[in-house]
Every structure is written in C-alpha cells, then in structure tokens.
DNA sequence: TCTGGGGTCCTAGGACCC
DNA sequence: TCTGGGGTCCTAGGACCC
C-alpha cells in the first residue's frame, strides 16, 4: 500500500505577512489581489468573522475598518520566497516529491515508515518547517492523494489533531468518508456538487456508494478518477518534475481600464517580456502564441468587445524582440474600431519545445545564435540591476497602466534595503 | 466607480476526408 | 439533385484546482 503526504501551508499569504508583522499573530488579516481589487486570502480570525473569498474590497471596506482587520496588496515576490523556503525543507523527508502549489508540496512516504512511527516522522517535519520559516502547516496522510487531502481537512477542522491528520485503515477511511462533504472532496466543484445534490449525494461516503458505471456515464473519467481514490485506489499520478504545458501572463487594469490602442500595446510588451523569461527560465521555446483583451464581464452600462487571437510561429522561440514584433502585429490587426473600455488583457504561450532542439525554417532569416547570446547578456543584466533595467522602449517607462497596491508590505526577504532591524 | 492570476484536463462540435 | 455514415483533427469553452 502506498502512503502519501500533503503538506499545506496553513493561510499561507496570511501567514507569510505575520511573520513579519508579529504583533499581527492572533489578529484578523485579509490579503488583496492585484489592484487591490478583491480579497484573496485570509487568516483563521478573518474566516471567522465571515470574509468570504473574493469579496471585491470595495463592499466590504467599512466593516475591515470596523474590525480592526490588517489588509495587505499582494507581494508575490515574498510569498514566493517564503515558499521556496518551506519547500526545501520539506523535499528534505522524501526522495519522492512533488509541489503542486505555492503553499503545497506532496510526498510520496511509500517505505519510509508506517503506524505510529510514520506519525511521528509528520509531526517532526511539521516541527522542522514551523521552526525553520514561521509558516504553520497542516500535513494529511493516507494511500492516495485524495484521501489524504481529505484528512489534511480533518486536520485543519479539528485542533484534537494538531496538524497531522492520518486515514491508514478501512475504519478511518470509512468514518471519514462519513463526516465529509462530497462538495469538500478534491476534484469536486460547484457545478459537479449541484448535480450529485440533485441525485441526493450529500457525503463522500454516498458518492462512493454509487457503481463504477453509473459515475462514468454522468461523471466521466475525472469523476471516476475521484472515485476511485476515495476506495483507496491510486489513481492519480504525478510528474515529479512537471514542465509547463502553457504559460499565461495577464493583468486586471485599475479603475475603469484601458481604452488606448497605445496603452494596451504598451501593457502586452510587458507581459511579453514576462513571458519570455519565464519561458527561458524554464529552457523552453513556444510554438503557438494567443493575444487577449476583454472589457469588464461585470458591466452592461459600456460597449463590450473581446480580443483572442492565436498565431502560430514559423520557428519555435523564447525571444523577447522577437515575441514582441508577433504581439504587436496581433494586436493591431485584432483592434476594434471604436471606443472600449478595456479591462483585462495577456498573452499565452504553449506548445513548448526545450530551446536546444529547434527546428529551424529554411527560410528563417534570424541569426538564432545571436539572439540567444544578446538574450542571455539582457537577462544577466536585468538579474543585477533589477527587473527591466534594459527593457524595449515600446515598454514605456511610466506605467500609467500599472497595478494599484496601496498596502504592499516589503520585501523582506529578497532585497537589501528591505531586511528587518533588530534594535 | 471599484470585482485576481495561473494552471490542467476533458469534451462537444465543427471542418474535413473518404 | 437527391441520398449516409464514420473517422480524425482541431479548438473553444467548461470545470476544476490553488
């Protein structure tokens, strides 16, 4: 029997500004999306006072204030961090591992130990990364993923527990399958929980009771999959090392948005320069390459419009230049006549190949080496001098089109001017 | 007025071919 | 002009995750 671990990082974005802000620990704090727009993580005191995830903060200002809640924009640069921290700490306790979000990271414990000791081997680990980051976390464990996603709930719900939760034998998996609610089970969401209500499914354990067949036919395989795991069947396999498949850069515009053709080409050529490091980050060049900008879902008082657009490359590439000569020609032959308010906009990036093996086109003019070498040397630049010191002069300097965040907290971890005085 | 960003996987349905 | 069915490939969109 296999035995797998999640470890979740307890209200991660929450706990990462607490660390720093100690005076905070047993406070009320709530983190804001880009733009500050809505909420997108909590403490345990602001789920309790009954902030729900993605309330725009607008609606909800007034009472932040009235209760003393401590707000926080996003900084992805510290969470990010803080997780590359955790992280390495956890990959420490297995050979096997595999981080499947910022803030989670299973373990496959097959053969490390089992009963009691393996208990014991969690809660040192949950010790080790306490006391090593400062970030709390919950660790479930059981044969498959999903059941043991399942009692890392049972962990965090029940304090009895103290942070490891373990669903090791037949009784423990059926009792648990008892107390969960099927719309808590990984892999099920809304929709799918409204359909199974329909058909009087209330708890895991009623979705298991159901045949094979029948959740094929009105689940199809994903459903099954789901299943599957929750008999006890390890049905969900993971890349340890998982390539991208695809690569999104995209940002909400402040206020009402953007309506200049020379704004949004401006916003597009940074996201394209974001993309193509993270594309050379990972050693991968793309094939196909999608444009998008759309007005706001949320308004029927403006003219809405969309953008979407896919191209494909002639040649494989991760090059910025050379990216953004394909975005910007996108864009103007996909612009709208007429006046948009729009609101949102990014590129996507996909059909990877590794940038060592490019194909090239017989009638390809570009001296591939030398954009790599000029690439590399930007890179090297940019990693010295801060993000963008060399940067494309369609890029703009002024950002006019840049993220609200009036309550970002600093960088405490990764710059300089930014490390914590101790007095 | 203000409402996130980044992923994966699956399927329905259109286009095309024989 | 009428008449059919089955296969593949592609893509947009849905559903889910954090």
Redesign the pocket.
Known sequence: MKSYAIC?CDN?FASCERVFAPSLHDKPVVI???????I?ARSSEAKALGIA???????IKDFLEKNDVAVFSSNYTLYGDMSRRVMSLLSKYSPVFWQ?????MFLDLTGIASGNDLLSYCKSLRKTVTQGTGIPITIGIAPTKTLA?AASKFGKKYKGFKGVCMIDDETKRIKALKMLNVSD???????????LDYFGIKTAWDFTQKSEKWIQKEF???GL?TWKELQGVDCINV?EL????????????????LADLSQIEEALTN?TA?CSR?LRSQHSCCK?L?VFAYT?R??D??PQASI???I?LPVPSNDRQELTGYVMKTLRAEWKAGTY?Y??A?I?V?EMTPDNAIQSDLLDTVDRDKQAALAKTIDAINLKNGQDAVHLAIQGHDKSWF?KCEHKSKQFTTNLKDIIHVK
Not at 32 to 38: K, Q, V, W, Y
Not at 53 to 59: E, F, K, N, V
Not at 100 to 104: C, T, V
Not at 185 to 195: A, S
């Open positions: 979740d991660f804001l999306s880009n733009n500050d727009g809505c997108i995830m993605g309330t725009p903060l607008y609606q499947y979000s910022i803030d989670e996603k089970v990984w892999g099920i969401g809304r929709r799918t929980n409204k359909k199809t395989v994903t999959k890349d998982p390539e991208k498949k695809s690569i999104c850069t995209s940002r909400s515009f402040a206020d009402q948005g996201f974001e993270k196909m999608t706001s949320f308004r008082d403006v979407y657009k896919t494909e308010l609101k949102k990014g996507i996909w993220l």
